[in-house]
């Protein structure tokens, strides 16, 4: 299974809403990652999971708040947004540290397209 | 820092024929690159990497890339263009922190490839 699987598809939230997406892999991977992707650009790391304990923060607002309850899911808690973080938010999975490389072999999900309004 | 840089922001190619997508690296050490793509409304795929050994590398889908030391380049080709190659084509980098910190992926901008048939 080199699944990567993300919930939901679609969202679209008031600026005063709570929400979170979820994200869970079973393929045994040890890191996992947020990011944001703008239309037509590259993604943006936003945060690193390793062994469950949050490994790289990028200087992301606070109200995204990243969790992850057992190694292979990932949630990213979102409150208090704004239009402008409209975006799709992708998911991603990776070994930790194996090979050379190894981390950076990344396994990415659909995504969750994010409409704030 | 790491960066790649991909000059190009689309390419054209006619079906059948060989396709190049280009990127030059500026790293500081010894580069591990990537090569991901992007089908639309999905998440990465990840194609290809080097990390070290042969300069040519082969990866997913038919696409293969040449790494080349003096001209700082990573570009990503394929003999034979398939309509359904058409898709946006990421090169990347690793950034290292190095000791016990997680690396992480530099992506360059993109470039939209087109596949006409």
């Known amino acids: 299974d080199t699944e990567v699987t993300q919930t939901p598809k679609h969202l679209v939230m008031g600026m005063t809403n709570k929400k979170s997406l979820k994200c869970e892999q079973h393929?045994?991977?040890?890191?996992m990652y947020w990011y944001k992707q703008k239309a037509k650009k590259p993604p943006e790391l936003m945060f690193v999971?390793?062994?469950?304990?949050?490994?790289i923060n990028e200087s992301v607002p606070s109200r995204f708040s990243p969790e992850c309850p057992n190694s292979s899911l990932l949630n990213l808690h979102l409150h208090a947004l704004q239009p402008e973080d409209s975006a799709l938010y992708l998911c991603?999975?990776?070994?930790?540290?194996?090979?050379?490389?190894?981390?950076?072999?990344?396994?990415f999900g659909p995504g969750t397209r994010l409409l704030v309004l | 820092a790491q960066s790649v840089a991909q000059p190009e922001d689309q390419v054209n190619v006619a079906e059948g024929n060989p396709l190049t997508v280009k990127c030059t690296y500026s790293?500081?050490?010894?580069?591990?690159l990537f090569w991901y793509v992007q089908y639309p409304n999905r998440g990465l795929q990840f194609l290809l990497k080097?990390?070290?050994?042969?300069?040519l590398v082969k990866g997913s889908y038919g696409f293969e890339a040449e790494f080349n030391k003096s001209q700082t380049s990573f570009h990503l080709k394929k003999p034979s263009a398939l309509v359904s190659d058409s898709a946006l084509y990421f090169c990347?980098?690793?950034?290292?922190?190095?000791?016990?910190?997680?690396?992480?992926?530099?992506f360059g901008k993109g470039t939209r490839l087109h596949i006409l048939p």
């Open positions: 990347a980098v690793r950034d290292s922190y190095g000791g016990d910190r997680d690396d992480k992926i530099i």
């Open positions: 999971y390793s062994y469950e304990k949050l490994s």
């Open positions: 991603a999975s990776s070994q930790d540290r194996g090979l050379p490389g190894d981390q950076e072999t990344q396994y």
């Open positions: 393929m045994g991977h040890r890191a």
């Open positions: 080097y990390i070290t050994g042969d300069n």
């Open positions: 790293v500081s050490g010894n580069p591990y």
